[in-house]
């Protein structure tokens, strides 16, 4: 560790303390390894169905409307107005133990996923699943940030958000061949099991470190209500902007990610096994290369200006949706799979400064239910609508498009990267007033 690190046992220690650490410190690093396993997991099962919506649908006779809406609205809805409630309640008590209810919750209801015969109840499972994951997103943005101090935590909550292209990668892969030799059934119930049996070795092995170690204005202060947290975090104009941007860009990349599947098959006639592979590879390659550059560009220039939090996705966002528009009319899978990995990197910058900014908008006493409310504005915009949209415009578009519907409903979607790099580009003129050190 480094020398400047405060070092004490307490919250609030200053540097130079002879003390050591405590022991939720030390472990660190084992903390953010089940950290990401969990995050892994929740990817894993949230977009599971993408790969398996197509032998749903030929199962279930689902239009792509309704599986827009199973995939997007039916998660969401809970899944976002829960998270604040279940943050204010982090904020107070144990975030360890709410991820790990949370982890069982949610991997129960994937199992269930499996047992469904008709679109209703697959709707209800989905949004089962969507309640148990309100839980394990925000407390554990907290935790990190009370694991490692400011000039480490872009480079942690990165490393943290591997989960996202290692579960998504996970989710489609082994959703796709065990849907293809088995079946989408068994996909879903051997995977929620798995998370059940999981949950209990979370708990035992992560501890809750003491909140606002590292930040020692705020340290061992009581958490803020969730008014004066809405009043804190309302009044900064880069909450809303950043939020609304992030929100944006989740519209894309949601959309993407879960309709991207069916136009493999559509435009592309691949085959379930190999659409798994080639979206499994550009979902790990892209996306882990995409959360290593925002956090090491975020811990690097954000020690010069503040403004680089938004800047720096917003610059990836602008150069990510030309390099889509490329690879979604490139005909060739092969030239198509190595087009894709640019993008999907790109597209992902934005987590690492992001979500860094947004925990200095508001005091250590604050950060998860302020992460909560960021990720309300962001999903429930993101997934929900993103989802929607693709499927609803890809239906709009069938009879002129036919098959490659899908194709276009992309090219058309991609224009909301343009208004999140506008609003991330508007939040860097503010940043810097309403950060909290």
Known sequence: MAASEPTASTP????????????????????LGMLILVYTLNFLDRQIISILKDPIAEELKLTDTQLGLMGGLAFALLYTTLAVPIAWFADRKSRVWIMTWSLGIWSAFTAICGMTTNFIQL?????????????????????????????QR?????IYSFGIPVGS??????????AQYVDWRFAFISIGLFGVLLAPVFRLVVKDPPRGLYDTKTAGEKPLGFIPVCKLAFAKPSFWLMAFGAAFSSMVGYGLL???????ARSMNMSLVDRSWFLAGVLFIGGVAGMMLGGFLADRLGQK????YPLIPAVAFLISAPLYVLGVITPDPAIAFFVFLAPQALGLVWLGPVVTA???????????MISALFLLINNLIGIAVGTWFFGAMSDYLRPTFGDDSIKYSFIFGLGFYVVAALLLFLASFRIKKDWVD
Request: hydrophobic share 45%; net charge positive.
């Open 305 to 308: 200006s503040k403004r680089f």
């Open 12 to 31: 609030g220690s200053t540097p130079g303390s002879t003390s050591s650490e405590p022991p939720a410190i030390k472990g660190r690093y084992i903390a």
């Open 154 to 158: 872009a480079r942690a909550l990165a």
């Open 358 to 368: 947004v925990q200095h908008l508001g005091p250590a006493n604050s950060r998860t």
């Open 258 to 264: 879960y309709w991207m599947p069916t136009f493999l």
């Open 123 to 151: 709707f209800f499972a989905r949004m089962g699943v969507g309640v148990g994951e309100a839980g394990g997103v925000a407390p554990a943005y907290s935790l990190i940030a009370d694991y490692f101090p400011p000039k």
């Open 169 to 178: 990668a996970a989710g489609i892969l082994f959703g796709g061949l065990l």
